[in-house]
């Protein structure tokens, strides 16, 4: 049980979980996710920590299949300046290994945007908070638990 599971079960919200056997070799966490669960990688999201300057981490949420625009991000969330988080600073503020780390339950709750892509799908799929584990959720359910904000930040690979 991750804190990412625990978090919907106390919360008593509709999801499911899913499964598959990770890969160590794999290049891409998400991609992997997509393809051993059969899945569009338009439905699997990403989670990624980006540090804003100053000294801010926030959470971007995407599909697996775009790009993040780190431009765009640092706009939406009022910064000059955006890049990607050092990952023992991401694993430290989350308690996630980089793969596995869920928007849901992390150590330090962190100012969280979804890109806009997920508006009006049904269910999208995250990280469960473990490499091999997803959960698959309504996006607005996710926005409601992390207040996330909504906006337009990746690019199509």
């Given at each position: 049980m991750t804190p990412a599971i625990e978090l919907l079960k106390k919360q008593k919200c509709a999801y499911q979980v899913l499964s598959y056997q990770h890969d160590s070799h794999s290049s891409s966490y998400g991609?992997?996710?997509?393809?051993?669960l059969q899945l569009a990688p338009d439905l699997v999201f990403k989670t990624l920590v980006v540090q804003l300057e100053p000294a801010e981490l926030v959470v971007a949420i995407l599909p697996?299949?775009?790009?993040l625009d780190l431009k765009a991000l640092a706009k939406v969330a009022?910064?000059?300046k955006a890049a990607m988080?050092?990952?023992?600073a991401v694993e430290r503020s989350t308690g996630y290994v980089l793969g596995g780390v869920s928007p849901l339950g992390q150590k330090k709750r962190l100012r969280t945007f979804i890109d806009q892509s997920a508006s009006g799908l049904p269910l999208i799929y995250i990280s469960a908070g473990r490499r091999g584990?997803?959960?698959a959720m309504a996006p607005t359910l996710l926005q409601q638990l992390l207040n996330a904000t909504i906006a337009d930040f990746s690019l199509a690979k």
């Open positions: 991609l992997e996710a997509a393809e051993k697996v299949s775009s790009q009022g910064s000059k988080a050092n990952p023992a584990l997803e959960i």
